[in-house]
């Protein structure tokens, strides 16, 4: 079975400071990706970054970044200087080619940026 | 504009009165699939499509249907809702590919359903 944990409900970080949202996954297939999405208040669900399993290098995109840990099966998204609109729900999600079509989701963790 | 639209946003109703909650998409995916929102719990799959025809369940599947007569849409489909499938729901898309390749999954903006 495949599964996500996000083991931080909840986290805090000041404005203009770096934060890293931990991410550990649980799958039997070699191949398979990685994925990041922000949920602000509004509701709405936006990409912000993937990792395939068999990349070499850890994805960046913009202020986002991760941390790619392969054996230790981690996926940390690292935003670096946060900023107040980055305050939403942050969640890792993972898909693989070999375990059907299911796209499966962590829990979620909630970020708050203090001015 | 490339999207993922769901109606309608937002519905109250009452136990055992059927409904359907409509999905489209006008970027070609062959990949379509409907999560819930609960919290605590992220997103969980309710039912996916890989293409025309072919649907097929998610992890949580029961109390739920699908149909996909037509590329475009993803009709979700709650024949006797009940008061445990008040929740937020989601539809999204992509391109098929490789699975586990970059596909982003494009999402609509989310229905929130009240089963009283």
Not at chain 1, 7 to 13: K, W
């Amino acid at each position: 079975a495949q599964k996500i944990t996000q083991t931080q409900p909840g986290m805090f970080v000041q404005e203009k400071e770096a934060v890293t949202l931990d991410c550990t996954y649980d799958t039997s297939d070699p191949s398979y990706g990685l994925f990041w999405y922000k949920q602000p208040s509004s509701g709405e669900m936006i990409f912000l970054i993937y990792q395939g399993s068999y990349d070499q290098q850890n994805a960046t995109e913009g202020r986002y970044s991760l941390n790619f840990q392969k054996a230790r099966k981690s996926a940390n998204l690292v935003i670096s200087a946060s900023q107040l609109g980055d305050s939403a729900m942050y969640f890792c999600a993972m898909r693989s080619d070999n375990y059907g079509q299911n796209f499966v989701f962590g829990p979620g963790t909630r970020l708050s940026v203090l001015p | 504009e490339a999207q993922v639209t769901q109606n309608p946003r937002y519905l109250i109703t009452v136990t055992g009165k059927k409904l359907t909650v409509t999905c489209s998409q006008n970027m070609n995916h062959e990949y379509m699939s409907w999560y819930r929102q609960d919290p605590g719990l992220g997103l969980r799959q309710i039912y996916y499509s890989m293409n025309v025809e072919v649907t097929d369940k998610g992890d949580v599947p029961e109390g739920y249907k699908v149909s996909r007569k037509e590329k475009r849409n993803f009709p979700l489909i709650l024949e006797s809702p009940s008061p445990n499938q008040t929740s937020l729901y989601f539809c999204a898309s992509s391109f098929r590919g490789r699975l586990a390749g970059n596909n982003e999954q494009f999402f609509g903006p989310g229905t929130r359903l009240t089963v009283l």
